[in-house]
């Protein structure tokens, strides 16, 4: 237990000097057979390292009915961030002759269903970082959804997180808001068409681009916002 500590607290304090402000650590075996990756990639990792950077309040007021330019920097700048983090961090615990596997932070693999090789929120969720919202993202008790993520596959030993067993209660301001009508009383609700199909139509927008909303992060704020 003290080695597992040891190295929670050194890759902790590493995430922390980076500017992230989130990090758990959660048990693969319950969820790694929903990953998009080969048992070759997947041997010997046992720990999912999920990592959280803070989104600008100010920058998601901005956003009204449609995604904005600088939300759109904003968004991308996070994942440049996160994947920066998850690419050095990756290099610490191999130097260190263990296992890891940076997961990117915004990479679709899977087009049909909008997947990436790793679910963040899954492991978010697994890691203890919050709970899976109606909006269908994580939901961070401090932060609420306006945070981006990041993953690092390893077998480094390290102390596990546990979920925290919370949800949405009686919020509703995701539903009420989306666009789409794309949410509803309960996470596994979530139409990913209806939400696709508005995204593709952000995406036409002048200088837009990509496939980002922005209106239901917006609507979700946890303790420090509120």
């Not at 597992?4 to 607290?9: I, L, P, S, V, W």
């Not at 990090?23 to 693969?28: E, M, N, P, R, S």
């Not at 610490?92 to 963040?120: C, N, R, T, W, Y």
Request: glycine content about 10%; hydrophobic content about 35%.
């Amino acid at each position: 237990m003290k080695n597992t500590e040891h190295h929670n607290d050194w890759v902790g304090e590493y995430i922390k000097t980076q500017g992230c402000s989130l990090f758990g650590v959660a048990d693969l075996e319950p969820i790694k057979d929903r990953f998009l990756l080969s048992p070759e990639e997947l041997r010997g990792m046992k720990f999912g390292i999920s990592i959280g950077v803070i989104l600008s309040k100010s920058v998601l007021d901005g956003i009204q009915d449609r995604p904005t330019l600088l939300y759109k920097w904003h968004y991308r700048q996070a994942n440049n961030l996160l994947d920066k983090i998850a690419y050095g961090l990756t290099i610490q615990i191999v130097e260190k002759g263990f296992l890891a596997i940076p997961i990117p932070a915004s990479q679709v693999i899977d087009q049909e269903k909008h997947k990436g090789h790793v679910s963040h929120r899954l492991v978010g969720e697994a890691a203890g970082l919050g709970w899976r919202g109606r909006n269908n993202l994580l939901v961070n008790e401090k932060y609420g959804s306006q945070i981006r993520l990041v993953t690092v596959l390893t077998n480094l030993p390290l102390a596990l997180n546990k979920p925290v067993g919370q949800n949405c209660g009686s919020c509703h301001r995701c539903v009420n808001l989306c666009p789409a009508g794309a949410l509803g009383d309960d996470p596994r609700e979530y139409d990913l068409d209806k939400c696709y199909n508005f995204l593709t139509q952000f995406s036409k927008l002048k200088g837009i681009g990509m496939h980002i909303c922005g209106i239901c992060v917006k609507a979700c704020f946890g303790k420090q916002n509120s």
